[in-house]
């Protein structure tokens, strides 16, 4: 099945930017926003959800605390105290972090708030130690002008960013809190349609009138998309993380394919008759059944602690759990990735059985127990008794939502651009005022002090670095882009290395390595330094950079020395390359007899491989040259 064009499909998508600050303390304390080099304390929480003002509950803190998670905190002195740990009530709010949302509400011509409140939004995903995060809406309205069309804005706020996930064991997951607490703004725009190629535009847009006012964090993971998709006028779905822009084009066309895939299925069931009361209406214990299994993934669930199976009668449902509208899309992954979070992995459906080892008498039992019919379904869901009940429920839930077409959830972002299913969507009980923090006026005074600070549009930036640097549009434009502008700032200002090459090798070169799978956030702004100053000193040539930088970031080399060292790339005397070209020459004269000066180019290829970035490119040319001069008189 062809997936229709995006403006038929009414493909809508919004944006929700989080842009880390370069500010130089966090937001309610004045510990350092520099990731810690170590940990020095660690200490343990378990969360529970609190009700609103109004006596509900979150729907995503509710699924969040039926995982019954245990966190495990990572601290260290310098970059988190007791405001992070939650056993201090917080500071004042960082006045540098406030002037700069503010400085980008002036340049989106938003509406600023007379007076600013910190209010808290539940979450007790572990990634906060309270339970919630700090924010405060500064801005409503405005607008950013993309390819002469105006994107509304919808909201501006300031908020603390979350704890960095060091990853999970031992039935905890584990937190470091050097990340929590650390300026972060959060730009909300209205729905944009059009192509994904069109929309990724607008994220750019944005991305570099933040980056135009040098107040802002550069470096993987300083800025995150959230994008809210939906297409037919469905339910909004929200995709958290995703870093880079490259990777949004490919999340919006998946998105887009799944969620219309979810809509064909939903039209599927409703010709088949399929009701939304009857999904689940029968749910009966099948461990008996499953116990003696020769599966694999039986025996192991049976082996853990307190082990069950469940079935749950699916009416209607037949040949649908494992319908693909289009490749990859059927409601059996999706059933797979809620299950996942509960941290169970036992789950089949009656569309992909007899498999896995499980057979067609094992079937049958089900099928008997649960006294299907032909057009009925069934899944069956394995694992530790108290988990499976909660898991139970919301597959019913997501199947009964499967007859709606799209759930309004959130969902994370895959390495590849496809997403996965991580929470429902939060609702309006999540937030209550923070009551550790008085309200902050917003004066015209303060609003007039900052009118120097608003950022200056992309374009008039990048023509000032071009100017500046004597680079093309081009390249300016790249370097403008990248993570490096501070550090290439630095070095054309420390060294004599002309600033074309630097730009290059810090945007082409570096991109390129990166498409080959290489790490570029392993070449440290320190690494960068070095290496160009040692070109700059003579001790290595133009041509070993890129060496030295794929070495680096093939984590073949735990710094420059031990990188140059490992290539052999040191710069030798013109002595030694002399006598190096000596050598090539002597090996290739056969080729210098039949062609004279015209062998150079031949002789130049074979030099560069013997020498390896040895020696300059232009050096060996011009030494050859004289060379070949010699030998032709």
């Known amino acids: 099945m062809a997936l229709p064009d995006p403006k038929m499909l009414d493909l809508k998508v919004g944006f929700e930017i989080h842009q880390q600050l370069a500010a130089s303390s966090k937001l309610f304390c004045n510990c350092s926003c520099k990731e810690a080099d170590e940990y020095d304390k660690i200490f343990m929480r378990r969360l529970r959800p609190t009700q609103s003002e109004l006596g509900a509950y979150d729907p995503a803190a509710m699924f969040e605390f039926s995982k ?42 938003s509406k600023i708030m007379d007076e600013i409140h910190v209010m808290r939004k539940i979450v007790i995903d572990g990634s906060n130690t309270s339970g919630f995060q700090r924010t405060m809406l500064v801005a409503t309205g405005g607008h950013l002008e993309v390819a002469g069309k105006k994107v509304g804005v919808q909201s501006i706020c300031l908020e603390e960013d979350a704890s960095k996930v060091l990853g999970e064991g031992n039935g905890a997951r584990r937190y470091g809190l050097d990340r929590l607490g650390v300026p972060l703004v959060e730009i909300a725009l209205e729905p944009v349609t059009g192509k994904p190629e069109e929309i990724m535009q607008v994220a750019l847009t944005l991305g570099r009138l933040l980056r135009a006012s040098k107040r802002v964090a550069r470096g993987l993971g300083s800025i995150r998309q959230d994008v809210n998709v939906s297409v037919m006028g469905g339910a909004v779905v929200e995709v958290k993380g995703v870093q880079q822009l490259d990777q949004l084009v490919k999340v919006v066309e998946h998105e887009t394919a799944r969620q219309h895939g979810l809509a064909v299925i939903a039209g ?31 025996k ?22 494992g319908f693909e509208p289009y490749p990859g899309i059927r409601l059996g992954r999706e059933l797979g990735e809620l299950v996942r979070f509960y941290d169970l ?37 394995g694992g530790p008794e108290d988990r499976v009940g909660y898991a139970t429920e919301a597959i019913v839930r997501r199947l009964q939502a499967a007859l709606s077409g799209v759930p309004a959830e959130t969902r994370a972002t895959t390495i590849d651009g496809k997403t996965v299913f991580s929470r429902p969507r939060p609702g309006a009980a999540r937030m209550y005022p923070e009551t550790d923090i008085p309200t902050i006026p917003v004066t015209s005074e303060t609003l007039e002090s900052l009118a120097g600070s608003v950022p200056r549009p992309w374009d008039e930036v990048v023509d000032g670095i071009a100017s500046k640097y004597s680079l093309n549009k081009k390249l300016a434009s790249q370097i403008f882009d990248s993570d490096y502008l501070a550090v290439f700032e630095e070095l054309v200002n420390s060294t004599k290395v002309h600033p074309t090459f630097v730009a290059s ?15 570029p956030s392993v070449l440290s702004d320190d690494a960068i330094v070095n290496i160009f100053k040692k070109l700059d000193a003579g001790s290595i040539a133009k041509e070993s950079v890129v060496l030295i930088f794929e070495k680096l970031m093939r ?64 050096k060996i040319n011009a030494m050859l040259k004289e060379k070949l001069g010699k030998l032709s008189k």
């Open 555 to 618: 984590k073949e080399a735990a710094d420059v020395d031990e990188a140059i060292r490992a290539l052999g790339v040191s710069s030798i005397s013109n002595d030694e390359l002399s006598a190096a070209l000596d050598r090539v020459i002597a090996d290739n004269m056969a080729v210098i007899r039949e062609k004279g000066m015209g062998a150079l180019s031949t002789l130049m290829g074979r030099s560069m491989a013997v020498l390896r970035g040895r020696a300059d490119g232009q």
């Open 68 to 109: 019954m998670r245990a966190f495990e905190y990572h601290a260290a002195a310098g970059t988190s105290c007791l405001v992070e740990a939650d056993e201090e009530p917080p500071h004042e709010v960082n006045t540098e972090a406030l002037e700069t949302a503010l400085a980008f509400s002036l340049a989106l011509n």
């Open 505 to 519: 090798k810090l945007t082409e070169d570096v991109t390129s390595l990166q498409r080959q799978g290489l790490d």
């Open 268 to 298: 599927k069931l409703k010709e088949k008759g399929a009701d939304e009361k009857l999904v689940g209406d029968r749910i009966e214990d099948v461990t008996g059944a499953m116990s003696k299994s020769q599966s694999e993934v039986v």
């Open 300 to 321: 192991r669930i049976m082996s853990g602690a307190s082990p069950v199976f469940r079935a749950i009668r699916v009416p209607g449902f037949a040949g649908m759990l």
């Open 345 to 381: 992995g036992g789950v089949f459906h009656s569309d992909e059985l007899p498999d896995y080892g499980i057979t067609q008498e094992e079937v049958d039992a089900v099928k008997s127990r649960l006294d299907l019919r032909k057009d009925d379904a069934f899944v069956i869901i």
